[in-house]
């Protein structure tokens, strides 16, 4: 058990249950579409700000499989950071590590 559960389990229920419900309403987006509409970024506007094809832009969009790299690049031109975070056996393990890796081995 981490120390951010064992700071909910001492919440009194109610307000667990209230910040779940908050947790729920932050995490709306699904795929990067929504992503991309949440923040209010148009295809073009990533398309400026990678440097890809907005038609490369729309069939990212709908790729379920993609480098690393390809995603943290588009998460960034959106104004975010990208955060790999593994939960095994209740621990949780940052691994944005292997993303940041991606990026410097893409440059040689």
């Not at 981490?2 to 229920?13: F, G, S, V």
């Not at 795929?31 to 907005?54: H, I, M, Y």
Request: aromatic share 2%; hydrophobic share 35%.
């Amino acid at each position: 058990m981490d120390d951010l559960d064992r700071l909910m389990k001492a919440l009194p229920e109610d307000e667990q249950r209230a910040v779940a419900k908050r947790s729920e309403e932050l995490v709306t987006a699904h795929n990067l579409r929504e992503l991309r509409a949440l923040v209010g970024r148009t295809q073009e506007d990533v398309s400026a700000r990678t440097g890809f094809k907005q038609t490369n832009v729309s069939r990212l969009e709908k790729r379920a499989d993609m480098k690393l790299s390809t995603l943290r690049d588009y998460v960034e031109s959106l104004g975010g950071t990208l955060k790999i975070v593994a939960d095994v056996a209740g621990k949780k393990v940052d691994l944005s590590s292997i993303a940041e890796r991606s990026r410097q081995s893409s440059k040689f």
